[in-house]
């Protein structure tokens, strides 16, 4: 049966070639003081974009402050400097420029520059923002989805906590996309972000409950296309509509419509993932490929009609005399296509090796975020997850 919903997408979407041109146009609907331009390490200088985003201001006449230098997966020390340098400059909008680590940043100095108090509190659910300063998006990378997602994901270097928080009030007012400002990525940065944008739906998808047919068909679709044009890019990277393709996909699979009627999703993966980058900085979509495989031959047993449907509609197996059968070759033809586009299928090839304690650490943290146990699929508990570790 399906799951009764409520779909909220707030976020106006500028899609195409040379958009970010129009943010200064676009950031004057807004009556803004002044604007903080918001980016990371150094790419989006280099290309020139924050050049031309200055400008795009300056022709509308808005005011504006700079800071750049967020680090992937970022710090929640960063985001306090951030609020300081905020409160300083009296800024009222931060205009993001760059993937999920400048968005979930931007997010961050959104609630801390419009609620008293410490901003981790909101991470660590202990209370609740009841406003935020508006964020836009220059989208630099299809990945994360935090451009229309309504969640904000940092690490606290105290205790290596990786934490996400969920509101709508961090929805983005808009994104600008344009699949041009992507083709300067890494292969490996590009083909974490296909991983993340993949996971986003199947996280969706490998439930027991829900099963909307339109949106299986909608997230079976997104899930191909994103398949398709990732082995695309890894021939072709500046293929502008592979790049499209990718970049679009990106944002539907973390806005809520792949999950609508569903039961919520089974989000461990994420929950495993998380603790691995909180502890050993790894790219998030890299981490996951690690874990992925080793998660779905520990849990397909459970839901398998899930599975099976994957395997067929998903992945395009032929199906075996079993299920069992049908669904393993689904997953192993998944792994086949992470390392066909240079992503790990074991913490091994993801360049780490966890000792026996922080294997531990993981696994309790990971339960104890959840409440002790996580996952839809099959519901998972510290010794699962310390088992998927030690398997993955
Ligand atoms: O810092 P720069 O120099 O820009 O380099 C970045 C960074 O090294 C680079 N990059 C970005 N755009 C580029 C580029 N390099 C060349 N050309 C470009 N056009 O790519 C690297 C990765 O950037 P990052 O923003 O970290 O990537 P991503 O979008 O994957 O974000 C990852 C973060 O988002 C969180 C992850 O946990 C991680 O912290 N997530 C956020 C979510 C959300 N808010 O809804 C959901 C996700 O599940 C995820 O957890
Ligand atoms: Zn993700």
């Given at each position: 049966m399906y799951n009764n919903f409520n779909y909220y997408t707030p976020t106006r979407v500028i899609f195409g070639k040379d958009t970010e041109s129009q943010c200064g146009a676009l950031i004057q609907q807004y009556h803004v003081h002044k604007?903080?331009?918001?980016?990371?390490?150094?790419?989006?200088?280099?290309?020139?974009?924050?050049?031309?985003?200055?400008?795009?201001?300056?022709?509308?006449?808005?005011?504006?402050?700079?800071?750049?230098?967020?680090?992937?997966?970022?710090?929640?020390?960063?985001?306090?400097?951030?609020?300081?340098?905020?409160?300083?400059?009296?800024?009222?909008?931060?205009?993001?420029?760059?993937g999920g680590s400048v968005i979930d940043s931007a997010k961050a100095i959104g609630y801390g520059l419009a609620n008293d108090g410490d901003v981790w509190d909101f991470y660590m659910l202990k209370r609740k923002p009841e406003r935020i300063i508006p964020v836009g998006v220059i989208l630099t990378i299809a990945a994360a989805g935090s451009e229309m997602s309504n969640s904000t994901v940092l690490t606290n270097e105290d205790g290596m906590i990786k934490r996400g928080y969920t509101n709508d009030l961090a929805r983005p007012v808009f994104a600008i996309m344009n699949p041009e400002l992507t083709m300067t990525l890494p292969d490996y940065q590009t083909a974490c972000g296909c991983t993340d944008i993949l996971m986003h739906t199947e996280e969706r998808y490998f439930t027991p409950g829900g099963n909307m047919e339109l949106t299986d068909g909608i997230a079976e679709a997104l899930m191909r296309t994103v398949i398709a044009n990732a082995r695309k890019l890894k021939q072709d990277p500046k293929n502008y509509d592979a790049r499209a393709e990718i970049m679009w996909a990106g944002s539907l699979s973390h806005n809520g419509l792949t999950g609508c009627g569903g039961d919520g999703g089974d989000w461990a993966c994420h929950g495993l993932e998380h603790e691995l980058s909180a502890l050993f900085d790894v790219a998030h979509g890299a981490g996951l490929a690690a874990v992925w495989g080793t998660w779905a031959r520990y849990v397909y047993q459970d839901c398998l009609p899930r599975f099976v449907s994957f395997a067929r509609n998903v992945m395009q197996v032929a199906p075996a005399d079993t299920d069992e059968e049908t669904a393993l070759r689904g997953i192993e033809a998944m792994e086949s296509f992470y390392r066909k586009i240079g992503m790990p299928t074991s913490l091994k090839e993801l360049g780490i090796s966890p000792t026996a304690e922080q294997m531990q650490f993981m696994a309790h943290q990971c339960a104890e975020l959840s409440g002790g146990h996580r996952g839809r699929a099959k519901v998972l508990y510290e010794a699962d997850m310390l088992k998927i570790y030690q398997n993955a």
């Amino acid at each position: 049966m399906y799951n009764n919903f409520n779909y909220y997408t707030p976020t106006r979407v500028i899609f195409g070639k040379d958009t970010e041109s129009q943010c200064g146009a676009l950031i004057q609907q807004y009556h803004v003081h002044k604007v903080l331009i918001h980016y990371g390490g150094h790419s989006a200088v280099k290309s020139g974009l924050i050049d031309r985003v200055k400008h795009s201001l300056d022709e509308a006449g808005i005011m504006h402050a700079e800071l750049g230098g967020v680090m992937p997966n970022p710090r929640l020390a960063e985001v306090y400097q951030g609020i300081e340098f905020g409160r300083k400059e009296q800024v009222d909008f931060i205009l993001a420029v760059g993937g999920g680590s400048v968005i979930d940043s931007a997010k961050a100095i959104g609630y801390g520059l419009a609620n008293d108090g410490d901003v981790w509190d909101f991470y660590m659910l202990k209370r609740k923002p009841e406003r935020i300063i508006p964020v836009g998006v220059i989208l630099t990378i299809a990945a994360a989805g935090s451009e229309m997602s309504n969640s904000t994901v940092l690490t606290n270097e105290d205790g290596m906590i990786k934490r996400g928080y969920t509101n709508d009030l961090a929805r983005p007012v808009f994104a600008i996309m344009n699949p041009e400002l992507t083709m300067t990525l890494p292969d490996y940065q590009t083909a974490c972000g296909c991983t993340d944008i993949l996971m986003h739906t199947e996280e969706r998808y490998f439930t027991p409950g829900g099963n909307m047919e339109l949106t299986d068909g909608i997230a079976e679709a997104l899930m191909r296309t994103v398949i398709a044009n990732a082995r695309k890019l890894k021939q072709d990277p500046k293929n502008y509509d592979a790049r499209a393709e990718i970049m679009w996909a990106g944002s539907l699979s973390h806005n809520g419509l792949t999950g609508c009627g569903g039961d919520g999703g089974d989000w461990a993966c994420h929950g495993l993932e998380h603790e691995l980058s909180a502890l050993f900085d790894v790219a998030h979509g890299a981490g996951l490929a690690a874990v992925w495989g080793t998660w779905a031959r520990y849990v397909y047993q459970d839901c398998l009609p899930r599975f099976v449907s994957f395997a067929r509609n998903v992945m395009q197996v032929a199906p075996a005399d079993t299920d069992e059968e049908t669904a393993l070759r689904g997953i192993e033809a998944m792994e086949s296509f992470y390392r066909k586009i240079g992503m790990p299928t074991s913490l091994k090839e993801l360049g780490i090796s966890p000792t026996a304690e922080q294997m531990q650490f993981m696994a309790h943290q990971c339960a104890e975020l959840s409440g002790g146990h996580r996952g839809r699929a099959k519901v998972l508990y510290e010794a699962d997850m310390l088992k998927i570790y030690q398997n993955a």
